[in-house]
């Protein structure tokens, strides 16, 4: 009797932790976004002579604006996005937002910038991301236009002399050890056969 209940308590406790499991799954994969929407994002651009603006208008499907979207603005840089705006850019009832582009961010060597335009993690419009580029960075020389000096920070062909020579001579070092080493064994292992 008391095996038959032990055992049936068993049973209820699998049932009810693979039920429990069950159910988060389901919760979890039943989510489905048919609710979540694209949002249209048109992007124009206002400059003077001592400003550079992005405006973004968010509109959706039937082209009325979307306000209070959260919109994050990046320039592409070599490796990662450079965030620039507020920390929170949000559309108005009209669907703007405004952002104010950096006057000294370096772009290539013709002063081309890519902007990004993300919608991320909203509850109502799935993600996406406008790419355009822009001629508003600063020109950076082309490394054939740079005159590279000798400096811990340059690459390997204009590394400091006295650098080269220490770590020369490291090398050299230790590799004049592991020889000796080498020799020296074959030294001994000569001895043992002599005695023997």
Do not use: C, H
């Not at 603005?73 to 620039?84: A, D, H, W």
């Not at 919608?119 to 799935?126: A, C």
């Not at 001629?135 to 340059?154: H, I, M, N, T, Y």
Request: hydrophobic share 45%; aromatic share 12%; proline share 5%.
């Amino acid at each position: 009797m008391k095996t038959a209940i032990y055992n049936i308590s068993w049973v209820l406790k699998i049932s009810y932790s693979v039920l429990f499991i069950f159910l988060n799954f389901y919760t979890v994969s039943g989510q489905e976004d048919d609710t979540m929407e694209d949002a249209k994002i048109a992007l124009s651009f206002n400059e003077d002579a001592d400003s550079k603006i992005i405006i973004a208008t968010a509109t959706n499907f039937n082209n009325d604006p979307i306000e209070d979207l959260e919109l994050y603005f990046y320039v592409k840089r070599t490796f990662s996005n450079l965030p620039i705006g507020d920390i929170f850019n949000v559309t108005d009832e009209t669907g703007t937002v405004k952002v104010v582009f950096p006057n000294d961010l370096p772009g290539d060597s013709e002063g081309n910038v890519t902007i990004l335009v993300k919608i991320i993690d909203s509850d109502l419009y799935n993600e996406q991301t406008i790419e355009t580029k822009k001629k508003w960075g600063v020109p950076s020389p082309s490394p054939d236009q740079l005159d590279e000096k000798r400096s811990l920070w340059a690459a390997a062909a204009n590394a400091p002399i006295p650098l080269i020579l220490i770590i020369s001579a490291l090398i050299f070092s230790i590799w004049f050890i592991i020889f000796y080493i080498i020799y020296t064994l074959f030294k001994i292992s000569k001895i043992r056969i002599i005695k023997s």
